[in-house]
């Protein structure tokens, strides 16, 4: 399988725990997003990457939360000290200029389901 | 501030009947506009997109989307659903000022029944 592929698919940890989640992009796409997504919402951006650059970070995204893309291929997405409220879909995407001439087509991984109890 | 706004949370329609799902956005500039599907237990997937050109886009499955600048408007139609289209829909709009992030609506749950 050649698609964004996302590890664990499912977590349960304690309130207080760190969790860190795992994202490999489709091998030469340059740009790795994370989004979160809640039931009934749709996917909220976190973070992007281009490379290994870390270019924009939402508001959403809390000291607790920190990404990395140390070597511009795959990405981990960690949350330290855990909160109820942090239950949720992490979805990865990526994406690359060759696709699309730059235009945004993202292609998604199948998530990372935390629930925090 | 950029918004999109997806004006039908849950639908409910019978096969055969034609599909209309409303997306408008808040985006200054030139904006890419799409439209992602998600069906049950399934990765986000493109359903089409417009970039630029003949505003009437088709995409996979026989949806297309017209993109009305004057409105601001991006709505996803099919004139016939079928049961297989049971899914999320949600419309999406990016921008070479978020570096192509994308800005989702909140979805539209579309139930298509027998």
């Known amino acids: 399988d050649t698609g964004v592929s996302q590890d664990p698919r499912h977590k349960i940890t304690k309130r207080g725990q760190n969790v860190t989640f795992r994202c490999d992009p489709i091998?030469?796409?340059?740009?790795l997003y994370w989004y979160r997504q809640t039931l009934g919402q749709g996917p909220e951006f976190l973070t992007y990457f281009q490379n290994e650059a870390q270019l924009e970070k939402s508001r959403l995204l809390s000291d607790r939360f920190s990404a990395e893309r140390p070597k511009g291929s795959f990405s981990t997405l960690e949350i330290q000290r855990t909160e109820q409220g942090d239950s949720a879909m992490y979805l990865c995407a990526s994406s690359s200029p060759k696709v699309g001439a730059g235009t945004g087509e993202l292609f998604f991984g199948e998530g990372s389901r935390l629930t925090v109890l | 501030a950029q918004s999109v706004s997806q004006h039908n949370h849950h639908v409910i329609l019978s096969e055969a009947a034609s599909l209309e799902l409303g997306c408008n956005y808040s985006?200054?500039?030139?904006?890419?506009l799409f439209w992602y599907v998600q069906y049950p237990g399934q990765h986000l997937q493109l359903l089409l997109k417009?970039?630029?050109?003949?505003?009437l886009v088709k995409g996979i499955k026989g949806f297309e989307a017209e993109f009305i600048k004057s409105k601001f408007s991006f709505n996803l139609r099919k004139p016939s659903v079928q049961w297989s289209d049971t899914a999320e829909y949600f419309c999406?709009?990016?921008?070479?000022?978020?570096?192509?992030?994308?800005?989702f609506g909140k979805g539209t749950s579309l139930l298509v029944t027998p």
């Open positions: 999406a709009v990016n921008s070479i000022n978020s570096g192509y992030a994308l800005n």
């Open positions: 985006y200054g500039g030139t904006v890419n």
């Open positions: 417009y970039f630029s050109g003949d505003p």
């Open positions: 091998s030469e796409h340059n740009r």
